[in-house]
């Protein structure tokens, strides 16, 4: 029933697409098909469902997002606030008016990246966070708050001072606290967090860190910061993203009794925000060309990773596909996924609505996992 995804997948490794992933497609909440596909590492054991992978940039939706909406519904953050409300230091240099709205649509005139991990990495790991402060406040704007869209790392650093400034706790405490524990997400978590015997797919060969990293965050920001941010930092499987990534599909859509965030505040972050293309931490379809691939319909949510992770949700045909893969083992230079996301997602749409594509009975929440 599902071997057309597992010979995708097959082929994903015998090609050079990745070494090792986990594709993961659920229907009205329930697993439809669940696929692994080669090894960690070069050599190493084959990847299992429990195979944890680093998520990098899925952790601007799974966490900076879903902590953002926590913060609306409780009316500690307004959307269309200016940034500086929150964080007085921001302002000067027009970045007055930079709004949480402008942080999360990437839309606010920041950079899309900074190696500031090359001054953070000089500085006793206690003094981070202030010199972090310091880099992001010297940090001209590129454009006009509003002005354009331009994908933004910067804005979710600057997006994490807001959420701990105003929660008063750090984001790895409040992520355990508000989304990790209600949910029962045992395999998501940051990476100081993922437990020494757990498998864990390896990453790049890092020629500043002088090995090929395993069980810590790739990106090299948020390394310097410990491994926690809203930008990048989290680990899990793709069964864990799958749960989460459906309680917000079908809490929009739906409503689930007990759910830790506010119905109309994830409707209102699933949303394209201002005509810009995109939601609020979330990616949306793009058209032609998209990674989405051609059958995810109008109002549909993904992100994509740079280690080579994604999902795209389909709140009208209740589709969640979660692909986590480790893509740059050993190099980043390996760009093939960029082929292989969309077709693997119309492989996998196609059979759902063709109807070939079976639940088995197995529910999201239920004792499968």
Request: aromatic share 8%; hydrophobic share 45%; charged share 20%.
């Given at each position: 029933m599902c071997d057309a995804l597992s010979q995708k997948m097959a082929d994903g490794v015998a090609s050079g697409v990745f070494p090792g992933g986990q594709l993961l497609v659920m229907v009205d909440g329930e697993v439809a098909a669940e696929h692994c596909a080669g090894r960690l590492r070069n050599g190493g054991p084959e990847v299992a469902p429990d195979t944890f992978f680093d998520l990098a940039s899925l952790t601007k939706p799974l966490s900076g997002a879903t902590l953002a909406m926590g913060l609306v519904a409780d009316g500690l953050?307004?959307?269309?606030?200016?940034?500086?409300?929150?964080?007085?230091?921001?302002?000067?240099?027009?970045?007055?008016?930079?709004?949480?709205?402008?942080?999360?649509?990437?839309?606010?005139?920041?950079?899309?990246?900074?190696?500031?991990?090359?001054?953070?990495?000089?500085?006793?790991?206690?003094?981070?966070?202030?010199?972090?402060?310091?880099?992001?406040?010297?940090?001209?704007?590129?454009?006009?708050?509003?002005?354009?869209?331009?994908?933004?790392?910067?804005?979710?650093?600057?997006?994490?001072?807001?959420?701990?400034?105003?929660?008063?706790?750090?984001?790895r405490r409040l992520f355990d606290a508000k989304v990790r524990a209600p949910l029962g997400l045992n395999d998501l978590m940051y990476a100081p967090d993922v437990p020494v015997h757990r498998a864990v797919a390896a990453t790049e060969s890092c020629p500043w860190r002088g090995k090929t990293l395993c069980g810590e965050v790739h990106d090299d920001n948020a390394w310097t910061l410990g491994g926690v941010a809203l930008h990048a930092?989290?680990?899990?499987?793709?069964?864990?993203?799958?749960?989460?990534?459906?309680?917000?599909?079908?809490?929009?859509?739906?409503?689930?009794?007990?759910?830790?965030?506010?119905?109309?505040v994830v409707t209102a972050f699933f949303a394209e925000s201002r005509g810009r293309g995109r939601g609020l931490g979330f990616d949306l379809p793009s058209g032609k060309g998209s990674a989405s691939g051609r059958?995810?319909?109008?109002?549909?949510?993904?992100?994509?990773?740079?280690?080579?992770?994604?999902?795209?949700?389909?709140?009208?045909?209740?589709?969640?596909?979660?692909?986590?893969?480790?893509?740059?083992?050993?190099?980043?230079?390996?760009?093939?996924?960029?082929?292989?996301?969309?077709?693997?997602?119309?492989?996998?749409?196609?059979?759902?609505?063709?109807?070939?594509?079976g639940t088995g009975g197995r529910r999201c929440f239920g004792p499968a996992f």
């Open positions: 953050l307004e959307i269309d606030a200016p940034v500086c409300r929150y964080l007085p230091w921001f302002a000067g240099g027009g970045r007055e008016a930079v709004t949480l709205r402008h942080l999360l649509d990437h839309s606010s005139g920041l950079p899309a990246w900074r190696p500031f991990y090359e001054t953070l990495v000089s500085m006793p790991v206690a003094e981070r966070g202030e010199g972090l402060r310091g880099l992001l406040q010297g940090s001209p704007l590129e454009a006009a708050a509003g002005a354009g869209v331009c994908y933004s790392d910067i804005g979710f650093m600057v997006l994490k001072e807001v959420v701990e400034a105003v929660a008063g706790a750090d984001v930092g989290l680990f899990g499987t793709a069964r864990e993203v799958g749960r989460l990534v459906w309680h917000l599909v079908a809490h929009h859509r739906d409503g689930v009794a007990g759910s830790p965030f506010s119905r109309k059958y995810f319909t109008a109002g549909s949510v993904g992100h994509l990773g740079f280690t080579g992770t994604s999902f795209w949700a389909d709140p009208r045909q209740g589709v969640v596909v979660v692909l986590l893969t480790n893509r740059v083992h050993p190099s980043r230079e390996n760009t093939a996924i960029r082929v292989f996301r969309p077709e693997v997602h119309d492989i996998a749409m196609k059979m759902v609505r063709e109807g070939t594509l």
